[in-house]
């Protein structure tokens, strides 16, 4: 395991928080072979404090990329497979009766962790997904009257098919817009699908991972982005974005209040890896998509158009005008 410091990075120190920051990354990229943008923007929104859905075809790493970050960051660990009949009990836990004591006990389920991989979350009932909402959005949950506080920091990874619709219940809006980010793997190309061969097939590369730094380390991290700045001419910057979503024509409902706080705040861990104390307008653009493109509802007509989330916000961002003046004077 990697020696870490134990003294909270500052932003001002960038050298050191970029350090940290890589050692996360490359620790990955042994296990995911040429995907470090994606490595990069899976790790932005950890520093965000934010939740992470990885959606793509089977077969392509979506676990595997879960996995390695959760094994990266060390801490407890919990692993819930989505199925059909699966029950929300056999996420949050339930109260059994314990006939020594004669009364119930509660017996935690595997959401009690710091890292969560919700491995196909859209293949659970409805009654089943909504048990995570509470978890992600509050950080805790209720069973019998009782609410259990999880530990510190949570995070929920969760991986999703959108090809193979058969037994799947889609994710509803409210549950969407409590991922910080959604994310897809892609195909490999050919050089890395040719190293990925050359492997052991008998070796297990994820359980080979190390932890380089503590769960308390990832949290520092996290922490230390709070203190990037942002201009005044950003913010307005941000909030235009959002207000361009509301009124687009092909738009139903656009980015709200809380898109736009998350838009900002994954922007400044995105400087944040980058070595940077203040927000550029490419720190916006870079999460753009990721943050915002699974928030928006588009119209029925712009849907049967083919119009898409991504195609609408780079509507967006080529027809506002780039800020100037962003960076603020300490």
């Not at 859905?53 to 989505?82: H, N, Y």
């Not at 979503?245 to 995105?270: E, F, K, Y």
Request: hydrophobic share 45%; with cysteine.
């Amino acid at each position: 395991m990697t020696t870490i410091p134990t003294e909270p990075p500052t932003i001002a120190g960038h050298d050191e928080f970029a350090a940290r920051c890589n050692a996360i990354a490359e620790n990955v990229e042994r296990v995911i072979v040429g995907k470090r943008s994606l490595i990069d923007l899976a790790l932005v929104c950890l520093l965000a404090r934010g939740h992470l859905l990885i959606e793509d075809v089977p077969g392509v790493g979506k676990t595997t990329l879960a996995k390695a970050l959760a094994r990266s960051i060390g801490g407890t660990f919990g692993r819930i497979q989505f199925t059909p009949d699966l029950l929300p009990g056999d996420v949050v836990g339930v109260a059994v009766w314990n006939r020594n004591t004669a009364a119930f006990e509660f017996r935690p389920g595997p959401i009690f962790a710091n890292v969560v991989i919700a491995d196909e979350v859209n293949r659970a009932a409805p009654k089943t997904q909504s048990a995570l909402l509470e978890a992600m959005a509050e950080r805790q949950v209720t069973v019998d009257g009782t609410t259990y506080a999880l530990p510190s920091p949570f995070v929920v990874l969760a991986t999703e098919n959108p090809v193979e619709h058969e037994g799947t219940y889609p994710l509803p809006e409210s549950q969407l817009d409590r991922f910080c980010m959604r994310l897809s793997v892609g195909y490999p190309d050919l050089g890395d699908e040719v190293e990925l061969l050359a492997r052991d097939p008998d070796a297990d590369v994820v359980a080979a991972l190390g932890a380089v730094m503590s769960t308390e380390d990832m949290a520092r991290l996290s922490s230390a982005v709070d203190g990037v700045r942002v201009a005044d001419s950003l913010r307005r910057h941000i909030v235009e974005i959002a207000r361009a979503t509301r009124d687009h024509p092909a738009v139903a409902i656009g980015m709200s209040p809380r898109a736009t706080l998350t838009l900002q705040h994954v922007a400044r861990a995105r400087a944040a890896l980058r070595g940077r104390d203040y927000l550029t307008p490419d720190d916006v653009r870079d999460v753009l998509v990721p943050v915002v493109a699974h928030r928006l509802i588009l119209t029925p007509d712009a849907r049967i158009r083919g119009i898409t989330a991504h195609r609408v916000l780079a509507e967006i961002v080529e027809r506002l005008p780039v800020p100037t003046g962003v960076r603020p004077i300490a």
